[in-house]
């Protein structure tokens, strides 16, 4: 009896031991989809006519966004057991809402600072590749694991030309164009183990991109950890 104890008990320590190396597999791999949310801003701008696009004038604008959506790719390594760091790949898709252009020049009597909203056009499509650092916590329950980190990167951007409509009808033309931006993130999470390789992560991301205007996004996300 105390033999086939002895074995029953030797036997669970190897699966049990099996179960952790696996948990604590030091490389892992994610992809995650969420909502993309992007604050409005507002700031310094330049106007022309159409019938004279090499003459501008100066202005403010303030520009709306409509929800979008977020897609990441990401690649890990446990440093420690409670750090963990990533290069990461990112692509988000949105578009323009609404743009309040005023200038106080004379002879532009439509840009006032009324409201023009989006009819066509306008599409924002943002690439990101990021380096990060997460910390984890120690584990509540056994299986829900929550995080904290950020991370710094580089933002390729493409804007579509956009065509806008005041409440009267008077039409407005966006520019379109590509540009690159530094960005930094901070994340919060938490990792729900499914198995002891794969977890569910729902998390939230505040990122700033680093340019002329405040440009400000925030994610609400969920993905899938695969450890190997």
């Known amino acids: 009896m105390r033999m086939w104890v002895g074995a029953m008990a030797g036997c669970a320590g190897a699966v049990l031991a099996g179960t952790m190396a696996r948990a604590e597999a030091p490389f892992y791999v994610s992809g995650d989809i969420g909502g993309y949310f992007r604050d409005s801003d507002s700031g310094a701008d330049t106007f022309h006519h159409s019938a ?38 990112g692509y988000a898709s949105y578009t323009g ?76 033309r966006s520019s379109g164009g590509s540009s690159t931006q530094g960005l930094g993130m901070v994340e919060a999470g938490v990792s729900i183990a499914l198995t002891p390789q794969l977890s569910l992560v729902p998390a939230y991301r505040y990122t700033h991109f680093f340019a002329d205007k405040e440009d400000v996004a925030h994610v609400v996300k969920v993905g899938l950890r695969y450890n190997f």
């Open 52 to 89: 004279t696009p090499t003459t501008l004038v100066p202005g403010t604008d303030k520009r709306g966004f409509d929800d979008g959506e977020v897609g990441y790719l990401a690649l890990g390594y446990r440093v420690a057991p409670h750090i963990r760091v990533e290069g990461e790949l």
């Open 97 to 172: 809402s609404t743009l309040n252009p005023f200038t106080a020049v004379l002879g532009y009597p439509e840009l006032n600072g009324q409201t023009f909203r989006r009819t066509s056009g306008d599409r924002f499509s943002r690439y990101t590749g990021t380096a990060n650092v997460f910390y984890d916590f120690s584990p509540y329950a056994g299986r829900f694991t929550p995080y904290v980190g950020g991370g710094m990167g580089v933002s390729a951007n493409h804007q579509s030309y956009g065509v806008f409509t005041a409440a009267d009808g008077t039409p407005f």
